[in-house]
T-cell receptor, first 116, second 114 residues
Framework: NAGVMQNPRHLVRRRGQEARLRCSPMKGHSHVYWYRQLPEEGLKFMVYLQKENIIDESGMPKERFSAEFPKEGPSILRIQQVVRGDSAAYFC??????????????FGPGTRLTVT | AQSVAQPEDQVNVAEGNPLTVKCTYS??????LFWYVQYPNRGLQFLLKYITGDNLVKGSYGFEAEFNKSQTSFHLKKPSALVSDSALYFC????????????FGDGTTLTVKP
């Protein structure tokens, strides 16, 4: 059973370009979460999605950031017009499809975004 | 609002000695508490969780954690540390009615010296 897959593992973008980060949850998981980890900091919640629905986006910046989890295919975190401050590791996690909070989240290896 | 504090940025212990990594939390209602470990350039790996029941929770790799409701703490412990335990450890809390948002502490770097 493959774990959470993220690609690319490393992404370099120039200021102003778009970054698209992909996440495939574990088999059987339909809850996906995105977190951002800045250098020397902990993980900060960004968004929580179920298939075709955004459940909680309270951690998403108001502009330039968007996320989706379509019926088919991976979840996508999209950052438009990237700036240097967007440089971070972006982690995706998934959990079982139960509407309760006690299921642990399984994390992918992360995408390390560098904005030059 | 929910929050987590890991008061120590760094913990250093000698191999074979017991280790404790501290975590305190704040959440309204009953908390779900988790510990994760992160090795360099890797994602987080789940270690253990407290949902309900016994206050002492046993997890992977010989780790355990003690839930203390009166002190709102969930310290991670191991009786005998290994050099390979050296990593970054994160405590996380989730409200029992919020299936999504986990709040993580800032992490504690554990270094075990031979």
């Amino acid at each position: 059973n493959a774990g959470v897959m993220q690609n690319p593992r490393h992404l370099v973008r120039r200021r102003g370009q778009e970054a698209r980060l992909r996440c495939s949850p574990m088999k059987g998981h339909s809850h996906v979460y995105w977190y951002r980890q800045l250098p020397e900091e902990g993980l900060k919640f960004m968004v929580y999605l179920q298939k075709e629905n955004i459940i909680d986006e309270s951690g998403m910046p108001k502009e330039r950031f968007s996320a989706e989890f379509p019926k088919e295919g991976p979840s996508i975190l999209r950052i438009q017009q990237v700036v240097r401050g967007d440089s971070a590791a972006y982690f995706c996690a998934s959990s079982l499809n139960r509407d309760r909070g006690f299921y642990e989240q399984y994390f992918g290896p992360g995408t390390r975004l560098t904005v030059t | 609002a929910q929050s987590v504090a890991q008061p120590e940025d760094q913990v250093n212990v000698a191999e074979g000695n017991p280790l404790t990594v501290k975590c305190t939390y704040s959440v309204s209602g009953n908390p779900y508490l988790f510990w994760y470990v992160q090795y360099p350039n890797r994602g987080l790996q789940f270690l253990l969780k407290y949902i309900t029941g016994d206050n002492l929770v046993k997890g992977s790799y010989g780790f355990e954690a003690e839930f203390n409701k009166s002190q709102t703490s969930f310290h991670l412990k191991k009786p005998s540390a290994l050099v390979s335990d050296s990593a970054l450890y994160f405590c996380a809390v989730r409200h029992n009615t919020n299936a999504g948002k986990s709040t993580f502490g800032d992490g504690t770097t554990l270094t075990v010296k031979p």
